[in-house]
């Protein structure tokens, strides 16, 4: 069965991208792993695609997005990061493989994910919800699960699909929802990519709801998930073996939430602690605090959210200035500073 | 050691911490000794990149630390107070070894590392342990606190553990509460043991935000709204927050190394020349460090080694990393080696240099021969083997003092939080382990050396044994089993006139890998049952519990002195709860001698096997049953009246020496 794997982020996530990669290289040499990035290097950085632990770089410029310059100024770094997975999902369909896999750039393997194939012969579709055991404590009740009753049940850190079937036509379907629907617009109904994915259990058959708790841990499922480490040295989640890790949020919060719902479980902090050696190792110092190409205006200003969401409600921008991150007379920036106001 | 001072202008640490001895001893032009040497180096000697003491080089503190530099801080009062506890690294002073020579002719020992510092002045010891840090000049005498909030904070302020945990308070005279009031909260000290200001700050970032005293906040209105006092994270995580990659320690080793100048191959010749033998008849001895000058079980060993081996009238060259190490060390890396003489410092010469002035003795006049390695630890393989060849050897011992012939976490603990069995070494248990990158060096530097030598496994106990034979790879060895003690009966122990509350005690250091935690919970949690009485004995005591604590230091020239307090003490059980397994444990064995019953886990290696294989006591699951047998009087069957103890004599082992007279 050929496998490929992806991974969807910046240069800014190239550091834990590469944890990622490297993980799944280590547990399955033999898949396919695809870089997909929405980003330009940044100068000074020597970008060498070769030497990095996927096997090739898919541009998101390369994609046949219509209108790519237009369409993607409207969403901010998480809204595309996660917008692009669509298109490619849909794309890598017809590109040979049987089996394709979304992993977040932040996710890494502890463990072969072999079972998500056994699965994969009876379903077309594997997703992870976020929760698999409901929460009884008030404070984990309003973090987790009503939480993500706003933000999707599924976490969409991870999606599996056979390439045929189901899985061709969610991917179509996600493609196009994506492409035109994927803001972080939470009172309208919308977050990203992952709010979409609530409605796959009921538009598709053969979906499976993965309820092992060895995938997607992550904070928000710490308060029911209780990690082990045994003498013959396996990690296991509730008994189960650990395979892969959402090491969402690295950093000053995610430090409280995981601190919050782990407790005394020791073994998370020494996975945290391990995930933070890696990090640091696979961080480029050449690759600036926060980087995206695509965050500023040919001149170096920064473009604000507003600015972004005013481009997307208002047709008449879109038309009247195809390449919104240009600077001068008469671009979109310009119009900015003189009509906007 | 460090200078007798009060405290006046110079930060308080440095007065502790400075080695007086050292710095006039280095920088004789000065003519500071004393309390001058401290005053000196406060305020002129770090600047012209003079060391306050021989393992700390206040030029490299400076270099490593760019940010402690452009602030213009002191070095070694930033390093003690702030960056130790950040994971930085201290250099040991260029001039230590040349001062080590020279102090090497009989004079008492200075403290060569952060860890001699903290056991010989408990003042520092205090000073730096992990929590609030007091402020680097005397507090001042704070205003008079608002009657509200004093009246509000005084019930629950704990005056009595502010003070314990604060020494500079104590010192500056001002009353406690009215000091956490107006600036210890600030400065993140805690007003009772149950309460974090820094938990409190960081899971409730709106508290820190509005700066208002989160104590007074807790109790005006958190603890009814069910907000947490301090994290219950265990203390495993304070472990792991502090955990510096081993790759780090390593590279600090290499460059303390480095600095190392070895002598020239004349120095040892003429050392050997003068020396019993000439070494004609030899043994020579490999561990981690100069065991005269360190105390510990192995240095313990080497010394009784030592003197067996005078007795048969061999020479005895034992050789060290001069410059301590973590790991083996590898090909390339820097490890000039230490030299001792029958106990005495020859200097520090090469690897090659030790090889060629050891080929330079007649081969044809050479006697009895012998060799143990006791620790591998800052040595390289081929090194020792070429060591041993120009000295004619192939046969002889390697102890298993501890496990690093299986890890480089040569305690067997993942992490440093738990006992880790030594699973595969591909495991995902070693993937995610400090020591997981380095287990491979240690697995091929003792393979090699296991290739190069004909060595018989020699192990204190059984347990540890079968542990090393289950994991150890490679061919089966020869092995044996060699009881560093064993227990001569000495009649009944005292058992007390009255029957009064079980008598529980922890020995030794507070420290996490040898329990303390499991200890100071235990107090914590059971503290008030008047069926208990529990003591420490140790060296120095926990600042933050109030709990009975009886000064205990065990010395070479006082070796029973544990055994003597435990029994004058008439205490009824010792908790031996380490995290990692024990390869013997002298401390259970004192223990029992002293007509102790010893309360263990199953996870302590000999320490379990010898209480459950002799009936010395109790082998308990896990801390919760640790904690029911406590509260269900289960452990009131421990005391010496109901259990009739007997006493026992000690009878150490001559080490390596029988093993060579069975030979023989």
């Known amino acids: ?193 992952q709010r979409w994915c609530d409605h796959v259990p009921a538009l598709f058959d053969k979906v499976k709801v993965i309820r092992d708790p060895g995938y997607n841990v992550a904070s928000w499922n710490l308060s029911r998930r209780t990690l082990a480490v045994g003498k013959d040295g396996a990690i296991t989640v509730n008994g189960y073996p650990l395979r892969f890790w959402h090491f969402t949020k690295l950093g000053p919060l995610g430090d409280v939430m995981t601190k919050r719902y782990a407790g005394d479980n020791f073994p998370v902090y020494e996975i945290w602690a391990w995930y933070k050696r890696q990090v640091a190792a696979a961080t480029d110092p050449a690759i600036p605090d926060r980087w995206w190409a695509y965050g500023r205006f040919a001149d170096g200003e920064p473009i604000e959210k507003a600015q972004r969401v005013l481009y997307r409600q208002r047709g008449d921008l879109q038309a009247a200035y195809p390449d919104p991150f240009a600077s001068g007379r008469g671009t979109f920036q310009d119009w900015l500073a003189h009509e906007a106001a | 050691m460090a200078a007798e001072a009060p405290v006046d202008d110079v930060p308080w640490v440095l007065s502790a911490a400075v080695d007086a001895a050292f710095y006039q001893a280095v920088y004789p032009e000065l003519g500071a000794g004393g309390y001058e040497a401290v005053r000196d180096y406060a305020t002129w000697g770090w600047r012209q990149g003079r060391d306050p003491a021989p393992w700390f080089s206040a030029a490299a503190y400076l270099a490593d630390n760019p940010d402690v530099r452009q602030a213009g801080r002191e070095p070694l009062e930033h390093f003690l107070t702030q960056g130790r506890l950040e994971g930085r690294a201290a250099v040991p002073s260029e001039k230590a070894e040349a001062y080590r020579l020279v102090r090497a002719r009989g004079e008492a020992p200075p403290a060569w590392r952060l860890e001699d510092l903290l056991a010989a002045a408990p003042v520092v010891s205090a000073f730096l342990e992990p929590g609030p840090r007091p402020a680097p000049v005397p507090p001042a005498p704070p205003p008079e606190p608002d009657p509200d909030e004093a009246a509000l904070a005084g019930p629950e302020f704990d005056a009595d553990f502010y003070l314990r945990v604060n020494p500079d308070i104590v010192a500056a005279g001002v009353d406690p509460l009215a000091h956490f009031l107006a600036a210890g909260w600030r400065e993140g000290r805690d007003p009772a043991l149950w309460f974090s200001i820094r938990d409190y700050q960081e899971i409730y970032p709106d508290i820190a935000q509005a700066k ?33 990659p081993v790759a780090e320690r390593t590279a600090a080793a290499a460059r303390a190394a480095g600095a190392v100048a070895a002598q020239p191959a004349e120095v040892l010749a003429e050392a050997v020349s003068l020396s019993r033998t000439g070494l004609k008849d030899l043994h020579i001895t490999f561990s981690h460090d100069d065991y005269p000058r360190n105390f510990g079980g192995m240095q313990l060993c080497l010394q009784r080694e030592d003197a067996e081996f005078a007795a048969l009238g061999r020479d005895h060259l034992h050789l060290y990393p001069s410059a301590p190490w973590l790991v083996v060390r590898t090909a390339g890396e820097p490890g000039p080696l230490g030299v001792l003489l029958n106990g005495r410092e020859v200097g520090i010469f090469t690897a090659e240099t030790v090889a060629q002035v050891l080929r330079a003795t007649d081969p044809r006049r050479n006697g009895a021969r012998s060799y143990a390695v006791h620790s591998l630890l800052g040595h390289n393989a081929d090194e020792t083997a070429d060591i041993l060849e120009a000295a004619g050897m192939k046969a002889g011992f390697f102890w298993l003092h501890d496990f690093a012939s299986l890890c480089a976490g040569f305690h067997l603990l993942r992490n440093d939080v738990e006992d880790c069995a030594a699973p595969p070494p591909g495991s995902a248990a070693c993937g995610i382990c400090s020591y997981g990158e380095y287990r491979a060096r240690h697995l091929d530097e003792h393979r090699r050396l296991f290739e190069r030598l004909d060595l018989t496994v020699v192990s204190p106990s059984e347990p540890t044994l079968a542990l090393w034979k289950a994991r150890a790879e490679g061919p089966a060895r020869k092995t044996v089993v060699l009881p560093h003690a064993r227990l001569t009966d000495a009649g009944p122990a005292p058992v007390p006139a009255e029957s009064g509350p079980l008598r529980i005690a922890y020995l030794g250091m507070p420290a996490a890998h040898k329990g303390w935690p499991v200890f100071r919970d235990l107090t914590i949690r059971h503290g008030s049952d008047p069926r208990y009485r529990f003591l420490h004995l140790g060296a120095r005591p926990d600042p933050a519990l109030a709990l009975e604590f009886h000064e205990v230091v065990v010395t070479p020239a006082r070796p029973r002195a544990m055994l003597e307090t435990l029994a004058a003490l008439e205490v009824d059980a010792v908790l031996i709860w380490p995290m990692c397994r024990e390869t013997f444990s002298f401390t259970a064995y004192e223990a029992v001698a002293a007509g102790c019953a010893v309360i263990t886990s199953p996870e302590s290696g000999n320490v379990a096997a010898f209480v459950s294989e002799n009936g010395f006591g109790l082998v308990l699951p896990d801390q919760a049953a640790l904690s029911d047998a406590v509260a269900s009087g289960r452990l009131e069957d421990l005391a010496r009246g109901r259990r009739a103890p007997r006493r026992y004599e000690l009878s150490y082992s001559g080490m390596t020496a029988d093993l060579v007279r069975q030979r023989r």
């Not at chain 1, 040979?96 to 750039?105: H, N, Q, S, W």
């Not at chain 1, 012969?121 to 009740?141: E, K, V, W």
């Open chain 1, 1 to 193: 069965m050929k496998v490929l794997a992806y991974s969807s982020f910046t240069f800014s996530y190239l550091n834990r991208a590469r944890v990622l990669f490297e993980s799944l290289r280590r547990h399955h040499p033999d898949w396919e792993l695809v870089a997909l990035m929405t980003d330009e290097p940044p100068p000074g950085f020597d970008f060498d695609p070769a030497s990095e632990p996927f096997d090739r770089v898919v541009w998101a410029s390369d994609l046949g997005i219509p209108n790519f310059k237009s369409w993607l100024f409207k969403h901010d770094i998480i809204e595309v990061s996660t917008a692009v997975k669509g298109p490619f999902i849909h794309q890598a369909c017809a590109g040979g493989a049987d089996v394709v896999i979304y992993l977040d750039p932040d996710t890494t393997l502890f463990a072969p994910l072999d079972p998500l194939l056994d699965w994969l012969g009876d379903h077309d579709i594997l997703l992870t919800p976020h929760l698999i055991d409901p929460n009884d404590d008030h404070m984990a009740i309003l973090d987790n699960d009503i939480s993500t009753l706003r933000t999707g049940i599924y976490n969409l850190g991870f999606v599996a699909i056979r390439t045929t079937g189901e899985g061709a036509r969610f991917a179509k379907w996600w493609n196009d929802r994506l492409l035109s629907y994927c803001y972080d617009d939470i009172p309208t109904g919308l977050f990203v990519d």
């Open chain 2, 212 to 244: 208002v005293n989160p104590f007074l906040h807790y109790l005006a209105a958190g603890r009814a709204e069910g907000r947490t006092a301090r994290n219950a994270l265990g203390f495993r995580y304070d472990i792991l927050a502090k955990l510096r």
